[in-house]
């Protein structure tokens, strides 16, 4: 058995793309591709611009962090006595997502302006050596398998719905159709202690595991996600036609999307260093539609979108970096350089109407193929847009409620 896993040595390829969306203003979606840690990670946050975008970019940094800090060392801490029988492995995800919730609830209760903030996280965990992958979550992020032509959800939401229909498995398609839609029950911050769902599956080469945000599998069915893989077996192109399909379909969130690919690895063939990427934050689009790329992140310092809090962004390096170094028996490397770049041309994507828009991959691109026949491009429109009445925070005319206070807007 070990000689024919030897033979068989697989990797994983992966690619990632977030997008604000339609409907939002701002992106509060994080994703990681960490290829050199097997470590790739969708965050959802919660809680306004001012509050959900910290979330989750903390929750990422924290994740990131604690896979660079125990890379040749064991956990810190005692073993809980809920982990005991878990894969060293998974344990290593369920340590992991526990810390970043730490410190997204620290952040959360220290700084007025980013108190009740949250976020969803779904964190996978590729080991070549084993041949598994671990994939751990909090709240409705998901990830989804397919594999031999057939999709399978991987995940459960920790959501409202799901919740009721434990308690009581005979609910009525009326009764479900009373219970609101998006109200999740578990997330990264809301306590100091969290509860992480964990599974384990061996992989098989010509898997592809895609984890997103309730942005991407809210707008468009499983059978659609899995059309796309009969169009391009490629991850970066297959995240790029998902949130294309999650914004025709209306493109109410943001949305992201992130792939990997397990393939089997050549024993002369290596990764390019040039394309591992490790921070994904969204690029800016000024008021007249054009993509500003984001100012380069310096080690001890967390780059967070469009909001002036920098005592919180040193407190979340203080937090997710120097408290975890000191903890771990090791904690080797530097931050790797960071980069994001759009996919497609900057004027025309920002005119289409998907807003601020970035992408990472983790293997060297195959030649580009022959572009189909383009469609004519969209006319610019206008966007039009008001205050909400009870927090005056400025949104799309058209939105049913306001995306920082949540009330109701009246037609």
Do not use: W
């Not at 032509?149 to 609910?171: C, F, M, V, W, Y």
């Not at 899995?226 to 077996?233: A, C, G, R, S």
Request: net charge negative; aromatic share 4%; hydrophobic share 35%.
């Amino acid at each position: 058995m070990g000689e024919f896993r030897t033979s068989s040595r697989t990797r994983p390829v992966a690619a990632a793309v977030t997008d604000v969306g339609r409907q939002r203003k701002h992106n509060e979606d994080n994703v990681l591709v960490k290829s050199e840690l097997g470590l790739f990670v969708v965050a959802d946050g919660m809680g306004g611009h001012n509050a959900g975008n910290v979330a989750s970019a903390l929750a990422t940094k924290s994740l990131d962090n604690f896979f660079e800090a125990t890379r040749a060392g064991s956990l810190p801490g005692p073993v809980p006595a809920d982990e005991q029988e878990l894969d060293p492995e998974a344990r290593r995800v369920v340590a992991a997502i526990r810390k970043a919730n730490h410190d997204v609830f620290v952040i959360s209760n220290t700084y007025t302006q980013h108190q009740g903030m949250g976020s969803t996280v779904v964190a996978a965990y590729v080991s070549c050596e084993t041949e598994q992958i671990h994939v751990g979550h909090v709240g409705d992020s998901r990830c989804y398998r397919i594999r031999h032509g057939e999709i399978e959800q991987l995940t459960k939401d920790h959501s409202l719905i799901n919740d009721a229909l434990a308690l009581k498995p005979d609910l009525s398609q009326d009764e479900l159709a009373r219970l609101p839609k998006n109200i999740i029950t578990r997330a990264l911050g809301m306590k100091d202690a969290v509860k992480v769902d964990i599974r384990s599956e061996h992989t098989q080469p010509g898997d592809v595991f895609l984890l997103c945000s309730d942005g991407l599998s809210g707008m468009i069915s499983e059978q659609q996600m899995l059309d796309v893989f009969d169009v391009t077996q490629d991850p970066h192109e297959a995240c790029e036609l998902l949130i294309e399909m999650a914004n025709e379909a209306g493109g109410t969130d943001n949305i992201s999307a992130l792939i990997v690919r397990i393939q089997l690895d050549a024993q002369d063939e290596r990764q390019p260093n040039s394309a591992e990427l490790d921070d994904t934050r969204p690029l800016h689009v000024d008021e007249f539609g054009e993509t500003v790329p984001p100012a380069a992140v310096h080690e001890g310092q967390l780059q967070v979108d469009e909001v002036d809090r920098d005592v919180a962004a040193q407190q979340v390096h203080s937090i997710a970096d120097s408290s975890l170094r000191s903890q771990a028996h090791s904690a080797p490397g530097t931050v790797a350089r960071m980069a994001a770049a759009p996919l497609t041309d900057r004027r025309s994507r920002a005119a289409a109407g998907s807003g601020r828009y970035t992408a990472v991959t983790t293997a060297a691109r195959p030649p580009a193929k022959e572009a189909p026949p383009s469609k004519p491009a969209k006319r610019a429109t206008e966007v039009r847009v008001a205050r909400c009445a009870h927090c005056k925070h400025e949104l799309f005319i058209g939105n049913r409620f306001c995306v920082e206070c949540g009330a109701p807007i009246k037609p």
